[in-house]
């Protein structure tokens, strides 16, 4: 089993960055990708990010192109999350996920493990 534990988030205003971090723990060779994924109060759960553990391929929401980058460090068994020009759309719980079949794509039902969270707020 993986365990994953994000941290990073934060208050912060329009325009701002922030970096969130992810670290795995446990059974990680059984982790192939990863993803990012967020949900605002009242909504779905969205599809952020994801990258492949092996290889680094990426893949964006549209609305986040541009502006965020997902990255992996091997050696410290941890994804990463850059935001830049945060937007007050962009308020969510960010959660990271993980899946063994290096499915690199927006359908949370694929991904088998989940951290607990962590809070993004961008204020106006």
């Known amino acids: 089993q993986v365990q994953l534990v994000e941290s990073g988030g934060g208050l912060v205003q329009a325009g701002d960055s922030l970096r969130l971090s992810c670290l795995l723990s446990g059974r990680t060779f059984s982790s192939s990708a990863m993803g990012w994924f967020r949900q605002a109060p009242g909504k779905e759960r969205e599809f952020v990010s994801a990258i492949s553990w092996i290889g680094g391929t990426t893949y964006y929401a549209d609305s986040v192109k541009g502006r965020f980058t997902i990255s992996r460090d091997i050696a410290k068994n941890t994804v990463y999350l850059q935001m830049n020009s945060l937007r007050p759309e962009d308020t969510a719980v960010y959660y990271c996920?993980?899946?063994?079949?290096?499915?690199?794509?927006?359908?949370?039902?694929?991904?088998?493990?989940w951290g607990q969270g962590t809070q993004v707020s961008v204020s106006s």
């Open positions: 996920a993980a899946n063994p079949r290096a499915y690199v794509g927006r359908d949370w039902h694929r991904y088998d493990s």
